[in-house]
């Protein structure tokens, strides 16, 4: 039976604790937005409970703001989100003592077992190459400022966040990958 309006449900269309699907998206595209900058936590408890769903922009965004914030708490100064060269977007800029360091954060789901897909394993060589040459292009820039006459020594970062079930995250700090991996 449909109200007043004629705005009544079609069946079928309810989901995970009685909301609809075009109701779970709204909220998710809000907690999305919200998650960004101060909740993200919130957001991927919404996300594990089934009460909103988050599309690949909210999320990559929910795993800038986690690396962020861990980044800060380890004593780093976040420069600039999302920041647009000629060359490639970097996700993070940060400033550790004597580095500039852009980072490329990758977030996903948490795969199970030893040896088995990670979120990090999505950033390809074109990838990296893309973003080592705007790392470069922007320290460029910033050369002259602070007092030098160099341009400041400058890296590529990788984050991985891994969500599990439940929103429980793990993040996982990959320095300076233009040296190789240890064997």
């Known amino acids: 039976m449909t109200g007043a309006g004629g705005g009544g449900k079609r069946p079928g269309t309810e989901g995970a604790r009685g909301l609809s699907r075009r109701a779970r998206r709204s909220a998710g595209k809000l907690a999305g937005r919200l998650a960004c900058r101060w909740t993200p936590s919130w957001a991927l408890r919404l996300r594990a409970l089934g009460l909103c769903e988050l599309d690949r922009d909210a999320l990559g965004r929910i795993g800038e703001a986690i690396a962020a914030r861990?980044?800060?708490?380890?004593?780093?100064?976040?420069v600039g989100r999302r920041l647009r060269t000629?060359?490639?977007?970097?996700?993070?800029?940060?400033?550790?003592?004597?580095?500039?360091?852009?980072?490329?954060?990758?977030?996903g789901?948490?795969?199970?077992?030893?040896?088995s897909w990670r979120p990090g394993h999505r950033l390809d060589h074109?990838?990296?190459?893309?973003?080592?040459?705007?790392?470069?292009?922007?320290?460029?820039?910033?050369?002259g400022r602070g007092g030098t006459d160099s341009a400041p020594a400058w890296r590529v970062d990788l984050i991985e966040i891994e969500i599990a079930e439940g929103g429980k995250v793990f993040l996982h700090h990959w320095p300076d990958l233009r040296q190789p991996a240890p064997r």
């Open 70 to 78: 861990a980044l800060r708490r380890a004593g780093w100064r976040v």
């Open 86 to 107: 000629p060359l490639a977007e970097l996700d993070l800029v940060v400033s550790a003592p004597g580095w500039l360091v852009a980072v490329e954060v990758k977030t």
């Open 109 to 115: 789901g948490r795969a199970l077992g030893p040896g």
């Open 126 to 143: 074109r990838t990296l190459a893309r973003q080592e040459r705007a790392a470069a292009w922007l320290a460029a820039r910033l050369r």
